[in-house]
């Protein structure tokens, strides 16, 4: 995921913890269209930048709509359970995310992945790894 994109997710996750109340105004059906209109945009931005055959822009998009809506309803539940610790949600979030990562790496060739990882997957990476560290 790019700086931009990685920057637009977390300000998503934080709206969804620190705004309860504006969650719940939200319907379920708006919540998930948002969230179909993000991965469009995002898919078509990867499609763009990376210069995704078909097949690839298929299972990008399969990937992204797959590991998201798993990451909202985790996120979800916690938030119904009244979780507090907010390195739980972060825990949740880079499950995602590094299994995004994986799964881009498996589908795209040795030029898009070095693509990739210089819009931001790389940094995101060394990210979540050190908060993977913290909590060992």
Not at 2 to 14: E, M, P, Q
Not at 45 to 71: C, E, H, K, M, P
Not at 78 to 98: A, F, G, I, P, T
Request: charged share 30%.
């Amino acid at each position: 995921m790019s700086y931009k994109a990685t920057k637009i997710f977390y300000l998503c996750i934080a709206l969804l913890l620190c705004t309860p109340a504006l969650a719940q105004q939200k319907s379920p059906a708006e919540a998930e269209k948002e969230m179909y209109e993000y991965i469009e945009k995002e898919v078509e931005r990867l499609t763009l930048s990376l210069d995704l055959n078909i097949a690839q822009v298929f299972w990008v998009d399969s990937i992204l709509t797959y590991n998201y809506g798993a990451l909202q309803k985790e996120l979800a539940a916690m938030n119904h359970s009244k979780v507090s610790n907010s390195d739980l949600y972060y825990s949740v979030q880079d499950k995602w995310m590094e299994a995004t990562y994986v799964a881009m790496e498996r589908i795209l060739d040795e030029e898009q992945w070095a693509k990739y990882l210089k819009a931001g997957a790389a940094r995101d990476k060394k990210t979540r790894d050190k908060r993977a560290a913290k909590r060992k």
